[in-house]
């Protein structure tokens, strides 16, 4: 009779099924732990093409022109020192535009630009912030208009100017407005110190990308802007009134008052204008799949460990084995998704991408669990499980102010059933 207290004797069947699934489950928590080396890979590649969209928008708006902001018009009045120096803001700014959107491609890449005039209209006084003493100082005979746009190459034709009625040309001086260079035009400014006004009228054909700000340099500014864009964001410190978006296009209507900004009427020196905040509006469609894509990979660790550990349940309940190296398989097959989730969506749109996507890895393993298990319930309770946990994933990618509570909730049912299905299982079990 064999003596089970012998120090040389063999464990009973019981205790070698224990080891074996000890180690079985070992080895697929070290297959799930090797899956962490391409999930970064897959995230780098993800960085990668991202990087590779960037460079090619900037490409693209060096060539047709960057996203442009308008500074303007200003009264530049010398003084007898660089300290005496006057750059006089309009008493009203009036600003209108009718953006025509374009797409150009580089590559696989879209990317929206525009072309637009510019009608800007206003007046200048003489205010009471400037003071008698200071005028004195004032070389008024050799005041000039200034006007900045952010980027020169966005001029497509002559920006056309008239003062009080008469024409005026614009030109390229060494002067300054804000952070741009400035064009600008001698002006006479006799009817501002004899108490009257100076009207101005300015149309500025002009091309950019990716947006256009203004800044609210008039004692009262007011911006009407429309285009065919359907896809606007407006931005900066002040947001439009009045704002509509159709499937044709936007309007948008801004107003804004000295007392709304932080610079003042008068000022002493152009880069007081360099820290000041713009507004308006943002056309770039944004490009949403590289993000869209890294955060649901952020998921995929979630997505192995369930599907693996639901094999296991299946295999330990039916008694068939599975090999470590096909969990591995299973592992990549879950991987593989990725690949394609970030290959369909630079092609497509990301939720058909990601139907596409999701539809190709179910089915691939769902037919490989069948064939391993043979049998059909299983292998569709494993792929009815992955099908519910990739929705669960996307409605959560959708989600903003509640993604963490949905994703907590959703996380806690999970452990729930996967608690409850452990109970199921006889881990005890004699072969």
């Not at 609210?216 to 009045?242: E, I, K, M, N, W």
């Amino acid at each position: 009779m064999q003596n089970n207290n012998h120090p040389n004797a063999l464990p009973d069947t019981g205790n070698r099924h224990n080891l074996r699934l000890g180690i079985k489950l070992s080895l697929i928590v070290v297959i799930s732990l090797l899956l962490l080396i391409p999930q970064a890979i897959i995230m780098n590649m993800v960085n990668e093409r991202s990087n590779t969209e960037q460079t090619a928008d900037i490409e693209v708006c060096e060539k047709w022109g960057n996203g442009q902001t308008l500074t303007g018009p200003v009264l530049f009045i010398p003084g007898d020192s660089a300290a005496a120096n006057v750059y006089l803001l309009p008493e009203e700014l009036n600003l209108k535009g009718d953006i025509n959107s374009r797409t150009l491609k580089r590559g696989i890449y879209d990317f929206t630009v525009y072309e637009t005039g510019i009608d800007l209209a206003g007046h200048f006084v003489l205010p009471k912030e400037l003071s008698a003493d200071r005028l004195k100082r004032l070389r008024t005979g050799r005041a000039k208009l200034l006007f900045a746009i952010s980027d020169f190459r966005g001029f497509t034709d002559n920006p056309s100017l008239t003062l009080d009625g008469k024409s005026a040309d614009l030109a390229a001086e060494a002067l300054h407005l804000g952070n741009s260079d400035a064009l600008s035009c001698g002006v006479d400014i006799s009817p501002l110190l004899n108490g009257g006004t100076l009207n101005y009228q300015l149309h500025v054909p002009l091309k950019g990308s990716d947006h256009l700000y203004f800044l609210p340099v008039g004692r009262t500014t007011s911006v009407h802007l429309a285009s065919d864009c359907v896809t606007p964001s407006f931005t900066g410190r002040y947001l439009p009134a009045q704002r509509e978006v159709t499937d044709q296009g936007f309007t948008a209507d801004w107003k804004v008052l000295a007392l709304n900004r932080d610079f003042a009427q008068v000022l002493g020196s152009h880069s007081e204008l360099r820290n000041a905040q713009p507004f308006g509006v943002d056309l770039k469609v944004p490009v949403m799949q590289y993000q869209q894509t890294t955060r649901s990979i952020k998921y995929a660790y979630l997505i192995i460990l369930l599907t693996f550990a639901v094999v296991f349940f299946v295999e330990i309940r039916r008694q068939t084995p599975v090999h470590p190296v096909q969990y591995a398989l299973v592992g990549i097959a879950l991987m593989l998704f990725y690949t394609l989730l970030l290959s369909f969506s630079e092609h497509l749109t990301f939720l058909l991408s990601y139907l596409i996507a999701s539809v190709m890895t179910i089915s691939l393993i769902t037919l490989f669990v069948r064939a391993l298990l043979r049998n059909t319930r299983a292998a569709l309770i494993i792929g009815s499980l992955l099908a519910v946990l990739y929705t669960f994933i996307y409605v959560i990618m959708q989600l903003e102010s509640y993604a963490l509570l949905v994703g907590s909730l959703g996380v806690f049912a999970i452990v729930a059933t996967a608690m409850y299905a452990s109970q199921k299982i006889n881990w005890y079990q004699k072969n």
